[in-house]
């Protein structure tokens, strides 16, 4: 493949950052790539690792001469990281950012990107539970969704330019409005992710995980919730915060539906129950067959991924 980009600055070098890093260098999709990082540690870690070409000092040296800028930071900080760094992008640069959430990054990022700039929003959906700069790999994005939410003022041919990055790393690529995807991932991940949250908080409680038959004779279904429970904190509080309305609307529905079955169970009413769990069933059948995930056992994770 050829080389899309001269010079890429990756701000943030955790999972995502170093994944994307990995992918254009196995490919050659991007020329120099420069990182930063907050952490001393972090910085020097992947200079080791060799996923970066240069380290920059600030989050506003790296993106010098820079022709994309990914903002691979927690969602919290998405603003003031573009505040930093908006004054020291050259005319031209494409901007986008990776964050869980997409209507308050484009509110928080927007106002500090020049009009000769294209700030171009977009959100991966691929990951797993590790993060640092070592956790990443390149096939990270292959067969994954990666939704790009253009604003009103992204130009289309640097839009183009990013899709045929990312599908070019691997990725599906599908455009949609801020809000949409807001709604959308509330339903996914974002939800998800607070019940797991929960049913793992609620075993502690009962003081009955640390050393206990909990964690002995875990079945896969509370394996999996640990597994999502142990995701990055700082990540996973930015996003509650910042797509409130959407996630607090799912969660609604959520509940509504707890009580629902919660009265079947006290009822006796197997009919429900099993109506009910046949509908979903067949969700998990359509996941497989648009070929998000295997049948295979340990819900087709490989070592990589665990």
Not at 48 to 67: H, P, S, Y
Not at 175 to 199: F, G, K, Q
Not at 248 to 261: D, H, S
Request: some cysteine; aromatic content about 8%.
């Amino acid at each position: 493949m050829s080389q899309i980009y001269n010079r890429v600055a990756l701000i943030g070098l955790g999972l995502i950052a170093s994944s994307m890093a990995w992918a254009m260098k196995r490919d050659g999709l991007g020329g120099e790539i420069m990182g930063y990082a907050r952490s001393e540690e972090t910085r020097q870690t992947a200079l080791k690792l060799g996923f970066v070409d240069q380290i920059a000092a600030t989050a506003k040296d790296a993106v010098k001469d820079a022709d994309l800028v990914v903002l691979c930071v927690p969602v919290g900080v998405m603003g003031a990281v573009a505040a930093e760094i908006g004054p020291y992008l050259k005319a031209g640069t494409t901007v986008t950012d990776v964050g869980s959430v997409k209507a308050a990054v484009i509110e928080a990022v927007s106002p500090y990107i020049p009009e000769n700039v294209n700030f171009i929003p977009s959100h991966p959906l691929a990951g797993t539970e590790h993060s640092g700069p070592s956790s990443g790999f390149a096939s990270l994005f292959e067969n994954r969704w990666w939704l790009v939410v253009p604003t009103e003022n992204s130009d289309a041919e640097a839009t183009q330019k990013l899709v045929s990055l990312l599908q070019a790393i691997g990725a599906n690529v599908e455009t949609m409005d801020a809000e949409h995807h807001d709604l959308t991932l509330a339903v996914t991940s974002h939800a998800p992710h607070l019940i797991a949250y929960t049913m793992v908080g609620v075993a502690d409680d009962l003081n009955r995980v640390t050393g206990s038959e909990v964690i002995k004779y875990s079945a896969a279904g509370f394996r999996d919730f640990t597994r999502i429970a142990a995701s990055d904190p700082t990540m996973w509080r930015d996003v509650f915060l910042n797509n409130k309305e959407a996630t607090i609307e799912i969660l609604g529905r959520f509940t509504e539906e707890l009580f629902a079955l919660q009265r079947a169970i006290r009822q006796g009413d197997g009919d429900h129950l099993h109506d009910y769990f046949t509908r979903t069933r067949s969700i998990r059948r359509g996941i497989i067959e648009a070929g998000q995930d295997t049948d295979a056992a340990n819900f087709g994770r490989g070592k990589k991924a665990e």
